[in-house]
């Protein structure tokens, strides 16, 4: 079992920006990926940022050059959003994978609000 906290977000101006940090906790060597989704209403889930054990991230286009995800330290994972844009109103959720024994668990965070007035 892996327990995911999620602290930042908030509501910013565009052209701003937030930092938003997660810390896992329990079986955290088992984990593979991590990284953050984000919901906004009335749409699909979506993948935001995302960096594998090995330290290779993805971002999708949408955020490419403006968000960067990195590792503060051996729990905690840090997303830096910079020129944020009302489209990026959402509520952001914090991701894990693990593999444990050939099987892959997903979990997720309790979820933090991110809003960006134009």
């Known amino acids: 079992q892996v327990q995911l906290v999620e602290s930042g977000g908030g509501l910013v101006q565009a052209g701003g920006s937030l930092r938003l940090s997660c810390t896992a906790s329990?079986?955290?060597?088992?984990?593979?990926?991590r990284g953050w989704y984000r919901q906004a209403p009335g749409k699909q889930r979506e993948l935001v940022a995302s960096?594998?054990?090995?330290?290779?991230t993805n971002y999708p286009d949408s955020v490419k050059g403006r968000f960067t995800l990195f590792r503060d330290n051996a729990k905690n994972t840090v997303l830096q959003m910079d020129s944020l844009k009302p489209e990026d109103t959402a509520v952001y959720y914090c991701?894990?994978?693990?593999?444990?024994?050939?099987?892959?668990?997903?979990?997720w965070g309790q979820g933090t609000q991110v809003t960006v007035s134009s």
């Open positions: 329990g079986n955290t060597f088992s984990i593979n990926v």
């Open positions: 960096i594998t054990s090995d330290g290779s």
């Open positions: 991701h894990a994978r693990t593999l444990v024994r050939g099987l892959e668990y997903t979990y």
